[in-house]
């Protein structure tokens, strides 16, 4: 495994169709659980600085709690204004019952 590649939590730990941040390193993530299918992406918004696991989750898009910007969960881009600039995702593998993010790369593999 990739030194990149590190745990976030257990998949148990975010219940279907919910949101929860997760402190990783020097970093604050949010994990996504849409339908059965996680996601990772910053848990800032890159608007105003708020968390957004404590936002509103509708469908695959997560609305900033503070200003009501909001962001596409799978890509990071943004559906709603004042949010101007895309969240950072990242690839996620599943592991047993673990959630893994690798650092190094978006949620479409490519480098970041």
């Known amino acids: 495994m990739a030194e990149s590649v590190v745990r976030v939590c257990a998949q148990a730990e975010v219940a279907p169709d919910s949101v929860k941040a997760f402190e990783v390193g020097d970093r604050r993530l949010a994990v996504f659980n849409i339908g059965g299918t996680f996601y990772v992406t910053d848990d800032e918004c890159t608007h105003a600085s708020a968390s957004l696991a404590e936002g509103m989750l509708d469908g695959d898009v ?51």
Do not use: M, W
Not at 85 to 105: H, I, N, P
């Open 62 to 112: 997560i609305e900033c709690c503070l200003h009501f910007g909001a962001f596409h969960v799978p890509t990071g881009a943004v559906q709603a204004p004042p949010a101007s600039v895309a969240l950072r995702t990242y690839k996620v593998e599943l592991k047993g019952d673990d959630v893994f993010v690798d650092l190094d790369r978006n949620a479409a593999g490519e480098p970041a």
